[in-house]
């Protein structure tokens, strides 16, 4: 059987202030208190794994091991199958040291042109524990890419990305709707499933 987390306080192993924020909303009905690797001075650990799983497990598990808390960690990118998987688990790197996803926008459009626009959204939550125990839980958001981009709401490339039957992107759409139908929102009711439910 899947371990419970069954603590108050939970370390979200992230610098990016986007998902610190969409997290910590999920967790708040469970009365999880949250705090960021960042707020608590941890260093970004080198992402070199080999899968969006591989990086959120790394990131998580150093949380964990230098906190001493049990933490959770996100891996999530864009995969543009005409782009090979592209930008995939770089999506950050593709904005660059300032973060700059008005351009790596930019440069999905570019590299794109004409071809075939699906998308899928991923993400790959990671809860450790100080003692390495590690659980992981996959979401996935299938849409198409749009230009220009549209919306303000949101981070990263939610302004080009508009979810499957829908007609807005995850940069117009209402953040609780969002925090519905995401591919975070999907992996995290698997971990709510998993290690949360009976809270």
Same mark, same amino acid.
């Given at each position: ?59 998580? +598990? !150093?949380? #964990? ?8 960690? @996100?891996? &999530?990118?864009?995969? /543009?199958?005409? %782009? ?18 008005? +351009? !790596?926008? #930019? ?8 071809? @075939?626009? &699906?998308?899928?959204? /991923?993400?790959? %939550? ?31 490339? @939610? ?41």
């Amino acid at each position: 059987m899947a371990r419970r987390f069954t603590g108050d306080r939970l370390v979200i192993a992230s610098h990016n202030q986007g998902k610190i924020e969409e997290i910590a909303v999920l967790l708040a009905p469970f009365g999880i208190a949250t705090i960021s690797a960042g707020a608590l001075g941890l260093p970004e650990p080198e992402e070199n794994g080999d899968s969006f799983e591989a990086n959120a497990a790394l990131k998580a +598990a !150093a949380a #964990a091991a230098a906190s001493g808390l049990p933490a959770l960690a @996100d891996d &999530s990118g864009l995969v /543009v199958p005409a %782009l090979d998987g592209a930008p995939g688990m770089y999506s950050a790197r593709w904005a660059g040291p300032a973060k700059d996803f008005r +351009a !790596a926008m #930019a440069r999905v459009q570019r590299e794109l042109g004409d071809r @075939d626009r &699906s998308a899928t959204f /991923v993400a790959v %939550l990671a809860l450790a524990w100080p003692d390495s125990d590690l659980k992981l839980f996959r979401g996935e958001a299938a849409g198409r890419l749009v230009w220009p981009p549209r919306g303000e709401r949101g981070f990263g490339y @939610d302004p080009i990305f508009v979810p499957e039957g829908g007609a807005e992107t995850f940069g117009e759409i209402e953040p609780n709707r969002k925090h519905k139908i995401s591919h975070r929102a999907r992996a995290f009711a698997k971990l709510v499933a998993g290690s949360l439910s009976d809270r």
